[in-house]
């Protein structure tokens, strides 16, 4: 069964504290992955594409990273304005559109 | 320019009550998605439109669910005979349509928290 999977779902860091985010993936085939933000009360909002393995992209303190297996998304010396919920989402080589999306990582950056 | 809006942004209802929500999307977006998210999961895809083309009605959950979208613009979502387990945030997404997904960023509005009692 394909699935998406976040890790941790929680996270507190100090800001400055750079860290970063799991999330691994069980698909038949790639089309792609994505990561959003979600703010509490509001609808995600994009961050970035990743379709090869290798591939990086980058948006001011963050930076996402994709292997064959999972993505990583490195956050460098947050803010508490990162603080947020970070979804991954894959679309999977079955001809839909739909995206699966992991459950997300709630990330607080405390001043 | 306007984002995505969706009405109402809460909607407290009684079981076995029909509920109708409303998606805009952005001017132009040929694709329009709605999505699910209950408390603490991921969002759970229920229905895909682009263009003139057939639905993919593959997410939805039972016969209670069903989506229009009219004149390629805006989408209504209903629900029949609601449920308590239908309780959650209805997010509405659009796009410019892309022939590589992986090209099509989408558009979410803030969602519809329905309740249902």
């Known amino acids: 069964e394909d699935q998406v999977t976040q890790s941790p779902e929680a996270l507190r860091l100090q800001e400055g504290e750079s860290s970063s985010l799991n999330c691994s993936y069980t698909?038949?085939?790639?089309?792609?992955l994505f990561w959003y933000r979600q703010d509490p009360g509001k609808g995600p909002e994009f961050l970035f594409t990743?379709?090869?393995a290798g591939e990086e992209k980058e948006k001011e303190r963050l930076k996402a990273t994709l292997t064959k297996k999972e993505s990583f998304l490195h956050i460098t010396a947050p803010k508490p304005e990162d603080s947020a919920t970070y979804l991954c989402a894959v679309a999977m080589d079955t001809g839909r559109r739909a995206l699966t999306f992991g459950s997300g990582t709630r990330l607080q950056v405390q001043p | 320019g306007a984002g995505v809006s969706q009405s109402p942004s809460n909607k407290v209802t009684e079981k076995g009550k029909d509920v109708e929500l409303r998606c805009d999307p952005i001017s132009g977006h040929t694709a329009l998605y709605w999505y699910r998210q209950s408390l603490g999961q991921g969002l759970e895809f229920l229905i895909y439109?682009?263009?003139?083309?057939?639905?993919?009605k593959s997410g939805l959950p039972s016969d209670r669910f069903s989506a229009e979208r009219t004149g390629g613009s805006v989408s209504t979502l209903t629900i029949q005979r609601t449920q308590q387990e239908d309780s959650a945030v209805y997010l509405c997404a659009s796009s410019l349509f892309s022939i590589r997904v992986r090209d099509e960023k989408l558009f979410f509005g803030s969602g519809t928290q329905l309740s249902v009692l």
């Open positions: 990743l379709y090869s």
């Open positions: 439109f682009q263009g003139n083309s057939a639905p993919d």
């Open positions: 698909v038949s085939g790639l089309r792609g």
